[in-house]
Structures are given as C-alpha cells and as structure tokens.
C-alpha cells in the first residue's frame, strides 16, 4: 500500500505525500525488531525490497533537498538485516524438539480400524504389522535419537552464526564455511523432513544461499549499502550538479568513508557514464561479478533470481525513452493488424524483444 502510495503521489505530482510514504515504508523495514520466526525475517526483507524499489523511483523526481536525502541515507544507515539470526536458529531449534515430542505422543492406530481392515484386506496384514513396529521402534529408540541429534545439530549452527555476523564480509563468512547445511537428522514419522514451512532447516539443507535465510540476510545487507550509496550520489549531484568520477569524492562530506561492498570487502561497483547517468551494483551472493546484470522481472520463490548482481538500476536516457515509445508505437500497430514500415535504425528494446519476436521475427531475431 505505502510502495504503491509512492508511485502514485509521484504521478499526481505530490512530492511531500510521497515523500512521507517512501520514509514510512522505509522505517517498516530498517527498524522493525522481528521476532525470532524465520518467516518474520523474510517479510521484512521483502518489505525492505518494497523500500529501495520505492527509493529508486522517488529519486528520479529531482526535487528533493539535502536534508530529505540526508534523512532517508540515515534510515538505511541504521538497518541491521544480520542481527538476531542466532536466536532464530535457537527457536527453529526449540520448533523441531517439539515436533519429535509431538510424533512420540500421536496415536498409532485405531485397533477397531486396523481390525476392519485386516478382515477387508487380509493381504496387507504384514505390511500393515510391519508399519505398526517402525512407528513403536521410532516413539521409543529413534525419535529420542533424532531429537538429541537435532539439539546438537543446532546448537553447533547457533554458534557457528553468531560467529560469522560478527565477520566483515560475506567472503569472510563463506571461508569459515558457513554454506554448510545444518546435518538434521532425517525427518520423522510424519515425513517432510526437518525444518517444515519456513524453518531454518528446511532452506539450509537446499545448498542454495540465494533461498536460505543467512543468504538472503546477507543479500539485503549488500543491497543496504548499495542504496545508501546510491543516495550519497544523489546529494552530491544536487550539491555539484553532476556524480563523481569515484565513490571517494563522496567522503567525508556525504559519506564517513570510501564504501565497501558486504560480499567482499571492495569498493562497490561504480563507473559514472556522463549524461546523468551510473552504474553501481555488488556482485551478489554467488560472489561472481556479472558486469551489473539486473535481476529478472520475475522472481523466484526466494523473492530473488538467482545468478544476478544487486543492480541500482540505470535510468533510461532520452534517447532509450524516444526508442521505448517508438516500439509502443509500433507494437500496438502490430498487434491491429497494420502495415508498418519499421524504420532500419529501429532497435528493440530488450524487454519487448519477446513480444516482437511474435508481431515482427525480422527485427527481433532469436
């Protein structure tokens, strides 16, 4: 609601509005205190999407004062997206205990129903008698063993998160082998495995750190200090009238320091092209420098696509805006069934090359 308040203030043009929902949308998440639930992490890192995505787009409106920016910079200055981890783990620890007591303590099975039937269907007797012995083997020698293997299990991953929050960089983390996943033991009588929907577990054990909650923490911080950056830049250009050529024309006036990326330790990724225009991003948690590949339009079930650097995207430039309305243009003439005479010079825009590799293959080939 307050993302899309933004967006609409901006087009009514009605800064102050939208400038009190970016800055309400913002503190939703750099200074919400979640509880220690997996799942109240991943909602505030979803809002703190909702924020910068928010922030890029108030920032194309070049009315805003030094002080406006100075106080937004402050808001994602103090964002800590690490902080409570352990206690996270320390619950999902608790959660899975209970999970082996519940199991211990369910009914096996109705004798009236296992009676009927056995009479119905005498065949199955032994499969049946057999599941009956796993499910008494489990409640009295395995489920103690799960569970005590659970306790230790978590109690080393506690300890080894609240180890590597305290490092400086995601490289420095990976080093020490974070990455791990947590060695649950194999899931109950219930199946599902360890974990359950939205615990800790069942996203370690993926391999993937793009869809795990340490790796989406870390994500959100390296998107932290991108932003807060990018914002720097804005104040600078207000201040100068242009960007600077490195990031260490920003301190100490708009900045305590040259920045750093979180992934691994070294300057963010800048270069300003001229025009009002720049690029900055960090290569991600995959640690692989992309060139500043933006995330997919569509994301995955991490909220996140994978393979991609966290990009403060580009701005388009006069030219690339005259030639997305000329590609509207021409594809909707398309898609009525006109003839058109499309132009040698035209380029298709990346995000319409789809739609034009149907309306017209010619300019838009494989």
């Not at 009514?12 to 997996?38: C, G, Q, V, Y």
């Not at 391999?207 to 804005?234: H, K, S």
């Not at 300057?267 to 060139?291: A, I, K, M, T, W």
Request: glycine letters at 8%.
């Amino acid at each position: 609601m307050l993302s899309a308040s933004v967006l609409v203030n901006l087009h009514n043009e009605n800064p102050e509005d939208a400038w009190k929902s970016l800055l309400a949308l913002t503190r939703f998440s750099t200074a919400w205190k979640t509880e220690p639930a997996a799942a109240s992490h991943l909602i505030r890192f979803v809002i703190a999407d909702l924020a910068q995505a928010a922030a890029w787009e108030t920032l194309q409106h070049r009315g805003w004062t030094d002080e406006q920016l100075g106080a937004l910079q402050h808001e994602w200055d103090s964002a800590e997206f690490l902080r409570g981890l352990p206690e996270t783990v320390a619950l999902s620890r608790v959660i899975e205990t209970a999970q082996c007591r519940v199991e211990r303590e369910a009914p096996v099975c109705d004798l009236g129903t296992f009676i009927h039937e056995l009479i119905q269907s005498p065949d199955t007797a032994w499969l049946q008698l057999r599941g009956l012995f796993i499910t008494w083997r489990f409640r009295h020698y395995d489920s103690y063993a799960r569970e005590i293997g659970i306790l230790v299990s978590y109690r080393d991953y506690e300890s080894k998160i609240a180890d590597a929050i305290k490092l400086p960089t995601w490289s420095a983390m990976l080093a020490g082998g974070i990455t791990n996943s947590i060695p649950v033991p194999p899931g109950g009588i219930f199946a599902g495995g360890p974990g359950g929907p939205g615990g800790l577990a069942a996203t370690a054990a993926t391999g993937d750190m793009r869809r795990n909650l340490l790796g989406r923490a870390v994500e959100m911080e390296a998107t932290r200090r991108v932003t807060i950056v990018a914002i720097a830049l804005e104040r600078y250009r207000l201040l100068h009238g242009t960007y600077p050529e490195t990031l260490a024309d920003l301190a100490p006036r708009f900045l305590k320091s040259v920045p750093l990326d979180f992934i691994d330790g070294k300057p963010l990724r800048y270069q300003h092209l001229g025009e009002g225009q720049f690029v900055l991003y960090s290569p991600g948690v995959d640690c692989r420098d992309n060139g500043g590949v933006l995330k997919k339009l569509i994301r995955d079930p991490s909220f996140r696509s994978s393979g991609v650097d966290l990009v403060w995207p580009r701005a388009a430039t006069a030219s690339e805006l005259e030639n997305f309305n000329e590609a509207l243009d021409i594809s909707r003439r398309l898609r009525k069934g006109e003839d058109v005479n499309i132009p040698e010079s035209f380029q298709v825009p990346p995000y319409l090359r789809r739609e034009f590799r149907t309306l017209a293959p010619s300019v838009a080939p494989e």
